[in-house]
């Protein structure tokens, strides 16, 4: 059963609405006790790092996400922000990070940027897939995503980079290492790309 953190921020009821139509069994996790049953973990989020990191440490999920996905190993899928907060700081804020990543989020450089490209980084982009994974079964390099951002993850394993994107430099956009899977756009807005993704977590 996949379950879908809601601790204030994301777009949570859309990924839930994909589950459904996937027939993937599903729900929607806000307290400790909706974690019994669940063997996937969606981690969204949206706007800013510090305020991501503040409601999720104020909700009294940290503590059992932690133990999950570090001790017990369940596959995390982190999304947008949800993904930048698996890292251990961000160029964005002051807190510390879940540290599930050993990476960095750091800003799209804007010297790199054409007056075409503006931050944040919006609209429809192609990825480059560096390895193969089941996340990205039936995904070819040059498939579309939806981004909204201006910040993204830096690891600092090259191996743990799933695919890649440009934006005035390259970027890393999915990740992975281990059980804990990351990934920059948005999956939920982004059509049959992002379907086949969540489909393929949801089959882990």
């Not at 973990?41 to 409601?55: E, R, T, Y």
């Not at 982004?190 to 393929?200: A, D, Q, V």
Request: with cysteine; proline share 4%.
């Amino acid at each position: 059963m996949v379950g879908i953190v809601s601790y204030g921020l994301g777009n949570v009821k859309a990924f839930a609405n994909i589950y459904k139509n996937l027939n993937i069994e599903h729900k929607i996790v806000s307290s400790v006790e909706d974690f019994d049953g669940v063997d996937k973990i969606i981690l969204p989020g949206v706007g800013s790092f510090d305020w991501a990191m503040q409601l999720l440490n104020a909700s009294g999920l940290r503590d059992r996400l932690d133990s999950l996905v570090i001790e017990r190993k369940v596959p995390t899928l982190g999304v947008c922000v949800g993904l930048q907060m698996m890292a251990k700081r961000s160029d964005e804020g002051k807190l510390d990070g879940l540290g599930w990543l050993d990476a960095e989020v750091k800003q799209i450089d804007r010297a790199k940027l054409t007056p075409n490209e503006p931050l944040p980084h919006m609209g429809w982009n192609t990825i480059d897939i560096k390895r193969d994974s089941k996340l990205l079964k039936g995904i070819e390099s040059g498939g579309k995503f939806y981004f909204l951002h201006s910040f993204y993850i830096k690891p600092n394993r090259s191996d743990d980079i799933l695919a890649e994107s440009f934006y005035g430099d390259k970027f890393s956009c999915i990740v992975n290492s281990e059980n804990i899977y990351g990934i920059q756009p948005h999956p939920e807005k982004s059509h049959n790309n992002g379907i086949t993704l969540l489909k393929n977590f949801g089959e882990l």
